[in-house]
């Protein structure tokens, strides 16, 4: 069974640097990848995906991920954060476009 | 933007009540989703719908139905709701392509 695993529940980082959030999936095959964010009281929102090609895939709001095969990851970065980053962000996989499965979340904390 | 609304937002019910959450979307998407996020917790799949009188239950087993009579709506119901059943629920759509799914904003259910 598909699993996706983000090993880190709480980040936080200050205003103006960079930032990173890890995600690592399992399953045989490449599946679709998928960075979700999630502000407080909303729903989900895509940041970015990656169904093949190129393993640099950019999203909105200036972020981006690469894919490695290799390491089973799809690390979502941003070269500098914003207060307004503060949120929390899934990973989420597919195997056929059917159903999604998620990471337990990231929840990324701010400080100015 | 996504057309994908639910309601209500917010709603606080006693033990024992029947509730239905709605969910509606705007877009023409055959598949819908229902997930249920508890906090701190990854999203679970609980029921999914790739059409009209098309249901079928999730990964997460959930004492809630569904039904999908018209593409656009797709209610979830509890008939009898119990404290355990506070969560939050999201719902989500996509089209029959391989692209992202559109979330609501989510209904945040406590049962008292």
């Known amino acids: 069974a598909q699993s996706v695993t983000q090993p880190d529940i709480h980040i936080t980082v200050s205003e103006g640097a960079s930032l990173e959030l890890r995600c690592n999936y399992s399953?045989?095959?490449?599946?679709?990848l998928f960075w979700y964010v999630q502000s407080p009281g909303q729903g989900l929102q895509l940041l970015l995906k990656?169904?093949?090609?190129?393993?640099l895939v950019q999203g909105i709001k200036g972020f981006e991920a690469e894919f490695k095969r290799s390491q089973s990851s799809f690390n979502l970065r941003k070269p500098s954060v914003h207060w307004s980053d503060a949120a929390e962000y899934f990973c989420?996989?597919?195997?056929?476009?059917?159903?999604?499965?998620f990471g337990a979340g990231t929840i990324l904390r701010v400080k100015s | 933007e996504a057309d994908i609304y639910q309601t209500p937002r917010y709603l606080v019910i006693g033990t024992g009540k029947k509730i239905t959450l709605e969910c509606s979307q705007t877009?023409?998407?055959?598949?819908m989703y229902w997930y249920q996020q508890d906090p701190g917790m990854e999203l679970h799949l609980i029921h999914y719908?790739?059409?009209?009188?098309?249901?079928e239950k999730g990964d997460l087993s959930s004492e809630s139905t569904v039904s999908r009579i018209r593409t656009e709506h797709f209610p979830l119901t509890l008939e009898s709701a119990r404290p355990s059943h506070t969560s939050q629920y999201l719902c989500?759509?996509?089209?029959?392509?391989?692209?992202?799914?559109?979330f609501g904003q989510g209904t945040r259910l406590t049962v008292v």
């Open positions: 877009m023409g998407h055959d598949k």
């Open positions: 990656y169904f093949s090609g190129d393993t």
């Open positions: 989500a759509s996509k089209d029959r392509r391989n692209t992202e799914a559109f």
């Open positions: 399953y045989g095959a490449t599946p679709y």
């Open positions: 719908s790739y059409g009209v009188n098309s249901t």
């Open positions: 989420a996989v597919t195997r056929n476009g059917n159903k999604l499965v």
